[in-house]
């Protein structure tokens, strides 16, 4: 039993139940979780972008409406996605990842506040800026002052 | 009478009025920075722990570090049941149901029925620690490998119980968590495995990044994705105090929880993770409308709390007979025990008895003051919901990745927490849901070290597993177990019962 026994077997199981998954979902999908309480999201008005007409017609659904909700019933998962959070919070973090040695804790916190309020449509920049603003003196008191956390404030790439 | 005398040990070594003290300054520090948003009971207790080095006398470090671990416990089960933010692998069981009563506006509940069952399944534990820690020692030391590996594969199986949607997603999201938990150096060899030449993927993905990123940071994405969120996470809070009803339905839960807790907890490794998962697989199974589960089922907070902090009093027997640490809070609390000169380890107990009894007197007396304190404070962490959310989440993207990157300083691990955040919201489209996910992969390198280990002891025979009896009986367990969840019929039903709603 060599290093890459375990894993081996493991890819062999998951590419197994992969063609298991894809195969059923042509042969008998699941019953649609729209099935769920259909209160959770009644008043769900529909993703924006969502394609309405592309709900799977397995007939498992309650209602039109509520099977045509991207968030649970469209086959294909990327369909309904928006772009501005996923990729600003995406951003946000990884910002953070590259930024906190270089730029230290101040700069990184205010970045990834500023990128992640952005996700949100209806944030304009004004708002953004404030919330990124008050996160970083937030951080900084928190963190910093009170647990006494050992980060640099300015980092490497600025002479801190 | 041993144990009499063992207790009153303990007491008086932990009722000292500055032992006290320090233990309710714990409390409260653990709760504080456990309750931010994104900081979890790990990162709480990796921030709160150099606090207790200046000590001069062990004993008060580590009643103070008590204090924080509970505050910490309960400031994690907070963020899990507030905002889906669990910060450990079995507040994501908590976070299942708990969560959904929030959304339904019933977080005061959740909040007290997770304190009031904890401090239950605590106080029943720590008398149960008294008693049997030394026989239940000995009966820990009698698992070998193989029944490991059995255990963690029933574990496994049961974890389906977990997934509300189809049970080959499941299974798929199990084998995948494994597959995750084997980035890095391979145990035995020492062999890079999936690690792209990046150095700093060898010690393998942190597990605060995994469940920050599938839990924490895939949540962020589903909210700003749905228009129901634009304004506030929970516009109304029902009630805060569970009603004399609700109290009668999570009797059974914690009971049960306990006796389960108490009994996975002595085992080294992984009980303390498995104990709050088979909670909640139980409680589903004997509950007469197992449908509640995954909506918000009262019996789903109060029974993986109870089981969760039994199986925390008890896994200090491993970490004290055998010095094994259960999971990664409890490795923090080793290492804030050597920076105390003390190694955990048979001869403690021998050694410094007033040291181990005074501790778990205070253990019991860290879940007292947690009550008092944080029952009155329900309405304040509730409030915590009614923050916008244009303001609530950028806070918790911030403070996940400071959380994660203190715990290490890597900046690797915040990397991870943006892949596994969009990685987690694609799943959770597809119909994946990330609690198995989460299990395998804080089980999966357990798993794979006792396979080896197994097989390395039989000279490569398999029939070690099903020959040696307690192994055979649990994997024959896992084997029904996994039958009963792909059967097509009774699957068929469970999907229209547990279809999960997101």
């Known amino acids: ?160 | 009478m041993d144990l009499l005398d063992n207790l009153a040990l303990g007491f008086s070594e932990a009722l000292q009025w500055h032992n006290l003290m320090f233990c309710l300054l714990g409390v409260a520090l653990g709760t504080a920075v456990g309750v931010l948003p994104g900081i979890g009971p790990t990162a709480t207790i990796a921030l709160l722990l150099p606090i207790t080095f200046g000590f001069d006398d062990p004993t008060s470090a580590l009643i103070m570090l008590a204090g924080i671990y509970y505050g910490a416990q309960y400031g994690g089960s907070t963020t899990a049941i507030l905002l889906n933010l669990p910060g450990e692998s079995s507040a994501a069981v908590t976070a299942i149901d708990g969560h959904q009563m929030a959304r339904a506006g019933r977080a005061g509940v959740a909040l007290a029925v997770a304190a009031l069952g904890s401090f239950a399944a605590g106080t029943v534990a720590t008398v149960v620690l008294a008693v049997a820690a030394p026989p239940l020692a000995r009966a820990a030391l009698s698992f070998g490998a193989a029944e490991y590996f059995s255990l963690v594969v029933l574990g496994l199986i049961a974890s389906i119980a977990l997934a509300s949607g189809s049970t080959l997603k499941a299974l798929a999201m199990i084998v995948l968590g494994i597959l995750l938990g084997t980035v890095g150096q391979d145990l035995n060899t020492g062999t890079p495995r999936f690690t792209f030449g990046v150095r700093e993927l060898y010690q393998g993905l942190s597990f605060v990044a995994v469940a920050v990123g599938v839990f924490g940071i895939a949540e962020i994405l589903r909210n700003l994705h749905d228009p129901r969120s634009r304004t506030r996470m929970v516009s109304r809070v029902a009630n805060l105090w569970p009603t004399r009803a609700e109290l009668r339905r999570i009797v059974g839960p914690v009971i049960r929880a306990t006796g389960l807790g108490s009994l996975l907890g002595v085992l080294p490794g992984g009980g303390h993770v498995l104990a709050s998962y088979a909670s909640y697989a139980v409680e589903k199974r004997v509950s007469r409308n197992p449908g509640e589960f995954g909506h918000g089922a009262i019996e789903g907070v109060a029974g993986p709390e109870s089981a969760n902090n039994a199986a925390a009093q008890t896994s200090f027997i491993p970490l004290l007979t055998l010095g094994l640490p259960a999971h990664p809070v409890m490795a923090l609390m080793v290492g804030a025990f050597i920076i105390q000169g003390i190694t955990p380890g048979p001869d403690v107990m021998t050694e410094q008895p007033a040291l181990v009894w005074g501790l778990i007197a205070s253990m019991w007396i860290g879940n007292v003051l947690l009550v008092l304190l944080n029952l009155p404070l329900i309405g304040l962490w509730v409030r915590m919901l009614s923050v916008p959310y244009s303001v609530l989440f950028p806070v918790i993207v911030v403070f996940a990745c400071i959380g994660t990157y203190s715990l290490g300083q890597n900046p690797y691990d915040v990397l991870a927490v943006a892949v596994f955040g969009v990685l987690g919201f694609v799943l959770i489209r597809a119909g994946c849901e990330p609690a198995p996910l989460l299990l395998g992969f804080v089980l999966g390198p357990l798993l794979e070290e006792n396979l080896r280990r197994a097989l390395l002891i039989s000279r490569g025979d398999p029939s070690v597993f099903v020959t040696r009896p307690i192994s055979g009986v649990l994997l024959t367990l896992a084997l029904i177990a996994l039958v009963v969840a792909v059967l097509p019929a009774i699957r068929r039903k469970r999907d229209v019962v547990f279809a999960e709603d997101e």
């Open chain 1, 1 to 160: 039993m060599g290093p890459g026994y375990v894993p081996f077997a493991l890819g062999l199981v998951l590419a197994g139940l992969g063609v298991a998954i894809v195969v059923k979902a042509y042969v008998a999908p699941d019953p649609a979780p729209g099935e769920a309480p259909a209160d959770a999201r009644a008043n769900d008005s529909a993703v924006e972008d969502a394609p309405v007409d592309d709900a799977p017609a397995d007939g498992g659904a309650p209602s039109g409406r509520a099977a045509s909700d991207a968030d649970v019933l469209d086959p294909r998962p990327l369909a309904g996605i928006q772009w501005r959070p996923t990729v600003a919070v995406f951003a946000a973090v990884t910002f953070f990842a590259v930024t906190v040695d270089g730029l230290g804790l101040l700069l990184a916190t205010f970045g990834t506040g500023l990128l992640a309020a952005l996700a949100r449509r209806g944030t304009g920049p004004v708002r953004a800026l404030v919330i990124a603003a008050g996160l970083t003196l937030a951080s900084w008191v928190i963190f910093v002052v009170l647990l006494q956390l050992r980060l640099a404030l300015v980092g490497d790439w600025l002479g801190g």
